[in-house]
């Protein structure tokens, strides 16, 4: 390591110590690094304007947010939490389970975490907290540990961001997402009718079986768009990037037209809130893009390989104690940052250890996603507390038993790759 | 003087939401010709990534507040009132300096690309990256302002969050 990097390093881990904004941090540091190695200044500029403007697939981002944010504003959750009553409410804890159930179906067709806790996770926690059942602490707990499952199913932007970094398929990585994303389904219905039988908690009014028609032709076009999204996708017409507009086109027509519910206003604001967000994940992407070209320069994946190489590291050594550095640093950092700048450096050592990047890549998504609802930083966390009012500290308490069973979870997904990769291998996957 | 600020932020934030607007109509519109018509427009693409481009720089230049940026606050707020002022402080003047530092080297590199043009549109490629010499100028200006303000005892960013910051929870989506 040289002494201008290890410079930019101090630098870097410094500012976003004190607090400083960690895009404008990376910058700061690629201008000390270039000041230092006697290069071109002008240099961290051209990574970043490059990068962003070369980078096609990077625009299912946007895409992306404004597809969930027009959904969260459409009456679209409201048809598909009246479905999910009618199916999931009967049992022990139902509003729970329902909560979970919404989450899974929301996570087929946005690919944000926060955007499914802060549109359909809100109303989910008002109805468990009035029907008065529900600590508040217990419904934030749920909707946060349920809402990580969004980008595990496709779409999902922290795979696209994944893929950027590591040259691995988008759409494979997609299909690599669904069974671990239904396992986690199952393990958090599993673990809510457990904790809803030790503590009583009793099921909603269940909907008579003849209304379920009915209710699942409401809800049906909104539960039509998975099916668009990935059809479009596996079936080859549309790319990942294109999906992403279709899918928001796609909430944009059922919201306007079949549920009319959204105004010019109401639009005006969703494009205003999805274009801040975007411009702040769009930032932190672009001086990503500065720093790995400098780690790149620097040659230090190479370096991390060879360390490892030294020590001799199997495989699946390798990933256990990657997972634990991630789950470490996803209670300090910020999931984009994670995927950004830390997973690049482990890329070519998964390479020279002959792990697969598609089942590496889903592994260290649902880890950054536990790093969502792990304290002190955990994005989920104060997203609801910013939404709801609920304190972090009361769903802290309750949250415990679901990051358990998470991460339980992640490790069968570390030691059976073979749950990641089954589905892509069925569409052709060589891996 | 707050008034026109205000004015100006909210036509900054329009200009975000009208890019944003354009670049997915344009996605929309390549869809279509490529799949509906069969004959795809060759322009869409990089109204695409332009508007990208300016969407990011533009929005993060005068759209985000403090709240919005991706940051690692756990430190910041656990330790006492000063210190604070003196992280805040020291941040400010960091981006001010590295950013003041590499701002002429970036307007050459912008510059150099006043003799190409993009590839279908045509525009001057210096001013489609021009949007990140406006950001450039925006942070100097900001954080020099900052660390002014700091010193001379005024409140520190997150006591001023009063104004237009509505429920938004600040924070990036993903």
């Known amino acids: 390591m040289s002494p201008a990097f290890t410079l930019c390093l101090v630098v870097l881990f410094g500012l976003a110590a004190i607090g400083a904004p960690i895009a404008h941090s990376m910058i700061v540091a690629a201008v000390v690094y270039l000041a230092v190695a006697g290069q071109d200044l002008g240099l961290a500029a051209e990574q970043m304007i490059q990068g962003i403007y070369d980078s096609f697939i990077i625009l299912a981002v946007p895409l992306f947010i404004v597809a969930a944010n027009i959904m969260n504003e459409g009456a679209i959750s409201d048809r598909l939490l009246d479905f999910c009553k009618a199916v999931v409410g009967r049992f022990r804890g139902g509003m729970a389970q329902v909560d979970i159930l919404v989450s899974l179906i929301f996570s087929g067709m946005s690919g944000s975490a926060v955007a499914d806790a802060a549109g359909v996770g809100k109303v989910t926690i008002n109805m468990m907290i009035r029907s008065g059942h529900y600590s508040p602490g217990f419904a934030g707990a749920v909707v946060a540990a349920s809402a990580t499952i969004g980008p595990i199913i496709p779409p999902s932007i922290p795979m696209v961001m994944y893929a950027l970094v590591s040259d691995a398929s988008i759409g494979y990585l997609f299909l690599g997402g669904v069974v671990p994303g239904l396992l986690m389904t199952l393990v958090m219905m599993v673990l809510t009718s457990w904790i809803a039988h030790k503590r009583d908690i009793p099921a909603e009014e269940s909907v008579p079986l003849r209304k379920l028609p009915g209710i699942t032709f409401g809800a049906f076009p909104a539960l039509l768009m998975p099916v668009i999204l990935l059809a479009g996708i596996y079936g080859g017409a549309t790319t990942p990037t294109e999906a992403a507009a279709v899918a928001a086109l796609y909430a944009l027509l059922l919201a306007a037209f079949l549920y009319r519910s959204v105004t010019w206003r109401s639009l005006s604001n969703v494009f205003s809130e999805s274009a801040k967000s975007s411009a702040s994940v769009g930032l932190v992407i672009g001086s990503a893009l500065i720093f790995n070209y400098i780690v790149a320069v620097e040659n230090v994946p190479n370096s991390i390989a060879s360390m490892l190489d030294y020590l001799d590291l199997k495989p699946l050594a390798f990933l256990l ?33 002959g792990i697969d990047l598609v089942h590496f890549g889903v592994v260290a998504v649902v880890n950054c996603m536990i790093g969502l609802i792990t304290p002190p930083y955990g ?23 679901y990051l358990l069973a998470l991460i339980a979870t992640l490790l069968l997904l570390i030691l059976f790759p073979d749950l990641t990769l089954w589905l892509p291998r069925q569409f052709g996957y060589q891996g | 003087m707050r008034r026109t600020l205000a004015w ?27 799949y509906v018509m069969n004959d795809p427009l060759s322009w869409t693409q990089e109204v695409c990534v332009t508007a990208w481009l300016w969407l990011v720089l533009w929005g993060s230049a005068f759209s985000l507040t403090e709240r919005d940026q991706v940051r ?20 400010a003047a960091a981006l001010f300096a590295g950013f003041a530092a590499s701002f002429p080297a970036s307007l050459d590199y912008i510059t150099f690309y006043r003799i190409k043009k993009s590839p279908t549109i045509g525009i001057r490629l210096d001013v489609v990256f021009s949007v990140y010499a406006i950001f450039a100028a925006a942070v100097i200006v900001r954080s020099g302002y900052e660390v002014w303000r700091l010193l001379r005892g005024g409140r520190l960013p997150e006591e001023r969050q009063t104004d237009h910051s509505e429920e938004h929870t600040g924070v990036p989506t993903i």
């Open chain 2, 8 to 34: 100006l932020r909210a036509l900054a934030d329009n200009v975000s939401a009208a890019l944003l607007a354009a670049m997915f109509a344009a996605f929309i519109l390549q869809i279509f010709t490529r």
């Open chain 1, 321 to 353: 104690f990657a997972n634990l550095l991630f789950l470490f640093l996803g209670c300090l950092l910020d999931a984009t940052t994670i995927i950004l700048v830390i997973i690049p450096l482990f890329i070519p050592a998964c390479r020279a250890l």
């Open chain 2, 72 to 91: 690692f606050d756990v430190l910041y707020t656990w330790v006492g009132h000063r210190t604070r002022r003196w992280f805040a402080i020291t941040s």
């Open chain 1, 379 to 401: 994005m989920l966390l104060f997203v609801i507390n910013g939404a709801t009012g609920i304190a972090v500290s009361a769903i802290v308490r309750e949250i415990v038993p």
